[in-house]
């Protein structure tokens, strides 16, 4: 060698190319030699003086593109041995991409260093090495840039393998995810170079669709099935990541929507999640969590893939689907239109999509619930309790919607969807559902439009009970009306969960305000029916007026006479505010007083 490794020498004043080219030289002669051990010494540095180069030369691409060109030259020898080659694979990758960034040539040259190892070693090996690149880089370097050309490496990669397609796929596609995730998510939504990446993964998924083409039978079958995953999960980041209203961000979407169909994926397969269901049984063995933590987002991808047909002409196309059929199937298909819904839940709740998002899911989820298209059957209950769970999660993400738009005809439509859904969950489950919803709300406005869904619940059923005839009811229930779970002792439960909350003694006020008052509206809703109506229900036993009257109403009295008077002499903002929020829940107190009182004297 003309410089030794360690020790001080002149080495550290040499222009970088001619140290790099000494460096090659020692390189070429340790494996001509045999000597195993220097050429191993030599290799190590050659990676600490491109570490050291990268580090001290930022801002000059001319003497970065010269000494990328020099290896690449290096490699390109004819005469160079394989084996030189080969330990070369293993540490250029990740050296050469730490130039990437500088500029356009230096990446270009970057990648032609990656395509010829990829070209001349083994793409077994070639796979891992870059796998290991990426993974363990991703700790430490966030630029897209420098992610392009290991990316690309691995797309030839992919393309070059001759056997084991599916099991280097699945080596592959963790890997990738975990990059995009990471650096997607890391970089401003303005910032361009980011495409590039999502380019090259759009590549990588035209590489598994190309090789899929070579397989039959049930390997063709299973790489599919990863493709759509790996699909579907690249459509998460897109949609979080990139500005839904940038020039670049369609064409993207656009690009993966085309995968859907030669996946065998269809809008109705999506958006009721059996498709994903399929796929993932395909992909995924027993024991392998660990490989799903990377599809974690392909349920939503799948819920985002259909909401971005409806956004865009050019999606739906490149789908090639009928958005209109598929609204008019769900409509008319009640065991599809639970699993929609219970899917929109992934979209809902999510803060890191756009409103737009949840706008046009809103949008959809009032098109499928839409006339008068949903007939009771003997299924009912069971298609809905099976999706009860994801059902009540997407309707808490409505609720979200609601609370938190700042369009107010976002938040109409989405009170709208919440309505029709709720009206159409089996009278079974109903007052589970708006149990659960109120029990899980925090906010005293929301659940006091919960406890005015219940009071259109009640007057709804109390119509359908006085259409049906008072013979029909006495007889016993009516397919029509088939039960009356809100008629009307559920009601009292409900208000009993605000007016006696589990924490012990009367609501707080003004804060709980809403709340209360709704829930005093309702019970003097259900008094003023019950006793027009001259029934003998619960609500007018003598148990449930003293509990209510002892339990509900005399406490809250307590309590708003007690405040009334710590703000007798105080006329600041505050307590008049607090007086003017108070004021109608009085009216309303007094009022029930009054009607359970007068029942009472009936019993003495």
């Known amino acids: ?28 002669k340790a494996f001509e030699c045999g000597n195993i051990s220097q050429s191993d010494n030599s290799v190590a540095e050659l990676v600490k003086f491109l570490d050291s180069v990268s580090d001290s030369i930022e801002s000059d691409s001319k003497n970065a593109s010269e000494i990328l060109a020099e290896i690449h030259e290096f490699l390109c020898t004819p005469s160079l041995d394989q084996a030189i080659i080969d330990s070369l694979s293993f540490e250029l990758p990740k050296a050469v991409t730490k130039f990437a960034g500088l500029s356009s040539s230096c990446s270009e040259i970057a990648n032609s260093i990656i395509d010829k190892l990829v070209a001349t070693c083994s793409p077994r090996d070639m796979l891992s090495i870059l796998c290991e690149a ?49 650096v997607s998510l890391e970089e401003d939504d303005e910032n361009r170079e980011c495409q590039h990446l999502f380019d090259q993964a759009i590549g990588i998924a035209d590489a598994i669709r190309q090789v899929c083409l070579k397989l039959e039978g049930r390997m ?37 929507s085309g995968f859907l169909p030669y996946c065998h994926l269809s809008y109705l397969g999506l958006i009721s999640g059996n498709d994903v269901d399929t796929m993932t049984s395909l992909v995924v063995g027993d024991n392998e969590d660990d490989f799903m933590s990377c599809l974690s987002n392909v349920e939503q991808g799948a819920s985002l893939s259909v909401i ?9 196309q490149a789908a090639g689907e009928d958005l209109t059929a598929l609204k008019g199937e769900l409509q008319s298909n009640q065991t599809k239109k639970w699993q929609a819904i219970a899917m929109l839940k992934h979209i809902f709740p999510s803060r890191k999509l756009s409103w737009e998002f949840k706008k046009h899911a809103i949008d959809f ?15 009912d209950h069971s298609d809905f309790a099976s999706n009860m769970p994801s059902v009540f999660a997407a309707l808490q993400g409505v609720i979200m919607v609601i609370m938190y ?118 019970y003097r809703f259900v008094l003023l029916m019950e006793l027009k109506e001259e029934n003998n229900s619960e609500v007018l036993s003598k148990s449930n007026l003293k509990k209510a009257y002892n339990e509900w109403l005399l406490p809250l009295r307590t309590l708003l ?19 003017c929020t108070l004021n109608p829940i009085v009216l309303v107190l007094y009022r029930c007083i009054e009607l359970v009182e007068d029942k009472l004297k009936q019993f003495a």
């Open 308 to 316: 971005w047909g409806s956004m865009s002409d050019q999606v739906v």
């Open 1 to 28: 060698m003309s410089a030794e490794i360690d020790g001080h020498d002149s080495s550290s004043d040499q222009h970088p190319l001619l140290r790099l080219q000494e460096i090659l030289t020692s390189i070429s």
């Open 365 to 379: 989820l009032l098109h499928i619930t839409d006339g008068n298209n949903y007939q009771k059957s003997d299924s």
């Open 405 to 522: 738009a700042q369009s107010s005809t976002l938040r109409k439509n989405a009170f709208d969807a919440l309505k029709r859904v709720i009206a159409e969950v089996p009278y079974s489950e109903k007052f589970d559902v708006l149990k659960a919803l109120m029990t899980n709300c925090d906010s005293s406005s929301m659940i006091a439009v919960l406890l005015d869904i219940v009071r259109q619940e009640v007057l709804k059923e109390r119509n359908k009970r006085k259409s049906i005839g008072n013979e029909e009811v006495q007889q016993g229930e009516n397919e029509a009306c088939p039960n009356t779970f809100f008629w009307p002792a559920v009601v009292l439960e409900l208000v009993d969960l605000v007016l006696k909350p589990s924490t012990g003694g009367p609501p707080p006020l003004p804060e709980y305000g809403d709340a209360v008052l709704s829930a005093l509206n309702l």
């Open 134 to 182: 990426l993974d363990s880089s991703i700790k430490t370097i966030k630029e897209c840039d420098y992610f392009v050309p290991l990316l690309s490496g691995l797309l030839k990669v992919l393309l070059s393998t001759q056997r084991r397609h599916f099991e280097q796929a699945k080596v592959a596609v963790p890997v990738i995810l975990k990059v995009l995730k990471t």
């Open 220 to 256: 063709n079958e299973k790489l599919r099935a990863l493709l759509g995953l790996y699909v579907l999960q690249i459509m998460v980041l897109v949609s979080v990541s990139m500005d839904h209203k940038s020039p670049r961000c369609i064409p993207l979407v656009s690009q993966l």
């Open 561 to 579: 006479t007690g405040i009334a008077a710590e703000n007798k002499d105080d006329y600041d903002r505050l307590a008049v505010d607090t007086e």
